[in-house]
Structures are given as C-alpha cells and as structure tokens.
C-alpha cells in the first residue's frame, strides 16, 4: 500500500487527500485549522494539526516513511510552502508535490526541493478551455511530446461509419484507441 502526506486541506488538499484513500493509499494529512483537520478525520488513516514547517513535528508524525508527499498550500501560505517542501525533502520523502499559481514561485518551489510543481488553476482552466472548443470532447489528457489522449462522442456525421471509411488518421491526425458502444 503507497504511503501520501497531504500538507494543506484546502479545497485542492482535501480533494487530493479523499482521492488518494479512495484508491487506497494510506493518506496523512496535515493542516494548521483544527477545523480542517476535524472534517477529514474519519476519511484518512490519520489527520493531524501541525506546522509542516517545523522538522521536529514532521519527524515526529513520521513522514519520513512516506513515499510521496503533497504541498496542497494556497499563495497565501507561499513561505510554508517552501520550507514545508525543504523539510519534507530532508526528512526522505522522494516525490514532494507542490502547488502552485505561477512559474516564478513554481521554479523557486523546485529549488526548495520540489520533485514536481502542479498549477491546478491554469490546468483546469486549459482542460476547460479545449472541452469547450472541441464539443464532442467529453474529456482530455496532455501526454509528453505534444500527445493527448481524448474520450470523444461521436458526431452526427461520422454515426454507423467503419474507422477506414472516415480515414481518421490521414485527414486529422488520430488514431483511435478503442471504442465504447453505449
């Protein structure tokens, strides 16, 4: 079983740490709000009030074990962010997860140790974007090197047609990677 830390149970924390349990991760989650804390208790295997800034509290909850860690901080809290990623770093944690809202804290994130930066309101707003430009496209993901992979509806035009007859691949570049009948 995979072992998460979850720092910060903001909407985008709380959401992680859920998701994570869900698919059956052992989840610590970490805030400063008692009242965070309290609404997450009975979901995760432990919810903790700490200071993610203090390596004595961090070492003290174990989170050395963990195999990756999750800085679900907001701008507000930038500076936690840093020394929470530094310290989690230290204490062993291989992957440190770390949101942010801009390249230039993004890039000082890594500095601090930072394994991957996330910017969950610029992503969403891309995933968004290209649904609402593409309307046969239920949804999406940015693969490396330019490739995405989409769940398309059918459209009108192409229903009861064979993949040769509509020539996918030489008119608009796709290649399709299976097919739901509904």
Known sequence: ??????????????????????????????????????ALKDEVVQA?????????????????KAETAVIALGEEDFEAAVLGTSVLKGLGVKTVVARSSNRQRGKILALAGATRVVYPEAEMGDQLARLLLHTSMQSSTELPNGYALAELRVPEHAAGKSLQELRLRQTHGLNVVAIQHR
């Open 48 to 64: 903790v009030r700490a200071d993610c800034t203090s390596e004595e509290a961090m070492k003290a909850l174990g989170v050395g």
């Open 1 to 38: 079983m995979r072992t998460y830390v979850v720092v910060g149970l903001g909407q985008f924390g709380e959401h992680v740490a859920r998701r994570l349990t869900e698919a059956g991760g052992e989840v610590l989650a970490v805030d400063l709000s008692l009242e965070r804390v309290e």
